[in-house]
């Protein structure tokens, strides 16, 4: 390009973007980048050159680097219902340099020097048709509240710390809120140097999680209000994890009956009785949990465990079901077991029966503590790589159904596989059935993380 445009204020640029809102992408493709075979025209590319008249290129500052703004144009799906929206993807910053980034403070670093300000473009994402066609819907700057900012100062922290501590190949997605080290690089293979290790790390970017920008997104273009478990001071001055630490002290040893009458909770055994109990101790009645802001911007998903007197919960835990074509068609880093641990914390609330009344069948389990976790990387590369990496091995070859005097057994990774995860049915009944991809039908499946592996997690409360 041989002109660019200059810019003399963020809001000469934020006028010419949203300029654009209600047209579609290749209304903007001045270099035929979406006809390209070798070029198959990114979105963002385009926007910089029909919309913005500059050049692309990798640079190391902010995009408009005059204003200090960074631009980035991302991708939202509706819901079937066309009533709601969620982010297509995180929205990923820059390249972390092991080398050099631990050096500075927080205002110092090049997260802060590059993305202080975004223009964040969003446009909507439409499966059924060429991405020419999708419109763009709304124009931002984007600057992080008081709330969120401490939020993210404390990822950040989270992130050096490990590079300091020569852990950088151990940095996992889900170490961190709303700020995430998202792998960068062909199949996550691009390895860098760290400092203070001889250990190669995965090459990482900066990112803000998809949960984070779904959030986001919906509170800029549907004004979406949701409830937050705690105020912005409070987050300035100490971790989420720490704050739930403190709210949850005062009940810890406290039986279920006990908790249920100090907060006048209706009497009822069923699964949801948990969710209401812990939103009630928290002090955000009627919410679920996972949709509170913090929750929500965070990926954290909530779990209720409940130990044995030997510390061992009587069930192993169960995820989401199996999409076993996925399985079979997806890469390792796009799979569904990957997605789920990379990308999620988990709450997990812990209870426990006392041995005093273990022959009681009417037993009560007490409050024993919380606990803010997420896989860790080393686990996710090798244990819950293993599942993955057999069960699609299995898939390819065809899953063996055997018909026995109890049912129909298959030669899925079980509960003795590797001690961390395995494959078992969860399923309405026997009838309940999904189609694999050889054809064949199979009992509902979903994956789980072995009671024994879940009783060492939480051995510490």
Known sequence: MEFERHYNSIEEVLEVAKSAEGKL????????????????????????EGLFQRAVNSRAEADFANLDLELKVTGLKSNAKQTSFSAKERLVLNIIDYMEEYKHI?????LWHKNKNILIMFYQWIDEISKGDFPIL??????????DLAVVKQDWQIIIDKIKAGKAHEISESDT???AACTKGANAKSMRQQPFSDIPAKQRAYSLKSSYMTAYARRILMDEDVISVFKPEELQ????????????????????YELK????????????????????????KGTNLDDTEEFAKANIKFKTIRLEPNGVPREHMSFEQIDFDRWLDASWEESQVYETFENTKFLFVVFQFTEAERENPNRVP??????????PEQVIDTELKDLWKTVHDILEAGVELTQTPRGVKNNLPGSKFNGVCHIRPKAANAADKVQLP???????????LNREYIAEIVRGL
Not at 25 to 44: A, C, P, Q, T
Not at 106 to 110: A, I, L, N, P, T
Not at 242 to 250: D, G, I, T, V, Y
Not at 261 to 284: F, R, V
């Open 25 to 48: 992408v290749k209304e903007f493709d001045v270099n035929n980048r979406l006809e390209s075979k070798k070029n198959k025209g990114g979105i963002g590319q385009i926007i910089e």
């Open 106 to 110: 927080f205002e110092e670093s090049s």
């Open 138 to 147: 709304k124009s931002v700057i984007h600057q992080f509240t008081d709330a």
């Open 177 to 179: 809120m709303y700020l």
């Open 237 to 256: 001055s100490k971790s989420v994890e720490a704050l739930l630490q403190e709210r949850f002290a005062p009940y810890i040893g406290r039986t279920i």
């Open 261 to 284: 009458k100090h907060i006048n909770l209706a009497e009822n055994k069923n699964k949801a009785m948990y969710a209401s109990l812990i939103s009630d101790l928290l002090g955000i």
């Open 366 to 375: 007490y409050l024993k503590g919380i606990k803010l976790w997420n896989m």
């Open 438 to 448: 050889d054809g064949q039908m199979i009992t509902k499946q979903t994956y789980w």
